[in-house]
């Protein structure tokens, strides 16, 4: 009998990293120049879920929902679009240290909002999603088929 042996193959996987962070300005009244950074090391599609609501000086949030237009005015930049679902979709993908486009250009209080009791402000916070790029499955099988990504043919 002949016995032939060899070292095992040893297979090195290295993951891909996907993560993005919320670039803003805010100069205590005004929000603008919203923009995603995509910092993870492969290609991504980024959403975004814009929250606006009446907070205190302590967090708590008021069961009050701030009025666009009324409340408060938000300039939308371009290079998104909505979704049924309320989350915002940059529409093409974004490379690795790349910014997406300008998703809030501008969101001030107006001078006649409505906001409860004095100790109330406007909060306005953005909660931003990545997801790979490839294989273009991918957002369909985490955002759903009805996100405009999967719709579009991204």
Not at 2 to 28: K, M, W
Not at 39 to 62: C, E, F, L, Q
Request: with cysteine.
């Amino acid at each position: 009998f002949l016995v032939a042996q060899s070292e095992p193959v040893q297979n090195n996987f290295t993951y891909a990293h996907v993560r993005c962070t919320i670039d803003e300005t805010f100069d205590g009244t005004t929000k603008s120049n919203v923009k995603i950074q995509n910092t993870g090391d492969i290609p991504a599609y980024i959403r975004a879920r814009i929250v606006v609501t009446w907070k205190d000086t302590s967090g708590n949030v008021s069961a009050a929902v701030p009025v666009k237009d009324s409340d408060y005015t938000m300039t939308m930049g371009t290079g998104w679009t909505k979704g049924t679902d309320g989350y915002w979709y940059c529409k093409t993908t974004v490379n690795p240290d790349d910014f997406t486009p300008e998703l809030i250009t501008e969101c001030k209080k107006t001078d006649n909002a409505n906001a409860p009791k004095d100790y109330y402000d406007l909060s306005v916070e953005i909660l931003a999603d990545a997801i790979q790029s490839e294989p273009a499955s991918a957002v369909t099988e985490a955002w759903g088929e009805d996100n405009p990504l999967s719709k579009s043919g991204n």
